[in-house]
């Protein structure tokens, strides 16, 4: 049985929004699209992502890996060629009520029961299963207490504004934590299960 995996990236303040680039997603006249960059985290994500079997994503983040990962040249060095082999090998699982087909290779649409379809792939996978982005999907994911882990990768910068992954109206979720540490930059990691599990 797999298990599903949530990684994000936050603000102090909780926000999720567009951490990887200034275009990512200005909904909302968000303007701190690529507030990520320059701190020191490419070592602990690289480990993260050797666990990875399948990619769960939603529809926007779909489209940016895709456009990105699935288009990059796998010969490239260093971290970005270890991790577009890797996203091109593994399946990419998507829940999209938009998209009527998906183009990047080993990419499937969930179909319209989502939690459905995820309870079937968790059980029928190994491994872990990533999430990554996609918070409209990760509230879903929740909502159906389909979500085994979550790792947050805390910045020391808050925006202010912008999407929060556990924004107004999500559902209560009680977590154990499992582990956390520090990098130098002050980026603080911290990884939470389900209560009853730990």
Known sequence: MGSIVVQTFLTLDGVAQAPGATDEDGDGGFEHGGWQWGYDDE????????????????????????????????????????????????????????????????????????????????????????????????????EHDLVDEYRLMVYPLVLGTGKRLFGDGFPLSRLALVETRGLASGIVISTYRRAEAS
């Open 43 to 142: 070592d602990t994500v690289r480990a993260w992502e050797t666990r990875t079997s399948a990619l769960l994503l939603g529809r926007r983040t779909y489209e940016i890996f895709a456009n990105s990962w699935g288009v990059w040249d796998e010969s490239a060095e260093g971290f970005q060629g270890e991790l577009t082999r890797l996203y091109n090998r593994i399946p990419k699982y998507v829940a999209s009520n938009t998209l009527g087909e998906v183009g990047w290779r080993n990419s499937y649409l969930l179909g319209p029961d989502v939690p459905a379809a995820v309870r079937r792939l968790r059980e029928e996978a190994e491994g872990e299963i990533r999430v990554w982005g996609s918070t409209r999907l990760i509230r879903t994911l929740a």
